[in-house]
């Protein structure tokens, strides 16, 4: 029996150690960015909600592009909403330095409530 063989489809064909032949295929080579907690969370939400979403970025070799760019584009939104959400909350760098817990409180809220919003625009659509 051959080693390498090419079918009928056009695609090569190794044999195994067991004596069957197995396609030689890979995917196609994508970018490689480091991913961010968001990044993360939509890869698992893509996983567990939308797979064929999933499988066509896979196969395009876009996946990972494009769950670098979800996370990108959260962290700009968190930015932007945490600085509205404060200006609009009265959280002053006043507040900071006469009352430091108070301060800590209100913007660790502004920023779980900034988190809602960025997860439910940006990560599950």
Request: with cysteine; hydrophobic share 35%.
């Amino acid at each position: 029996m051959e080693k390498y063989i090419v079918g009928e489809n056009g695609i090569g064909y190794t044999l195994g150690e067991d004596g069957f032949y197995y396609p030689d295929l890979k995917l196609p080579e994508g970018t490689h960015y480091n991913i961010g907690k968001y990044g993360l969370i939509r890869w698992e939400y893509l996983i567990t909600c939308h797979r064929r979403e999933y499988f066509k970025l896979l196969l395009a070799g876009e996946l990972n592009q494009h769950l670098h760019e979800v996370d990108e584009e959260c962290h700009e939104r968190m930015e932007l909403l945490v600085e509205q959400m404060k200006v609009g909350a009265g959280i002053t760098e006043e507040l900071k330095s006469t009352d430091f817990m108070k301060w800590i409180g209100l913007v660790n809220n502004v920023r779980n409530a900034a988190e809602e919003i960025v997860l439910r625009e940006l990560i599950c659509v």
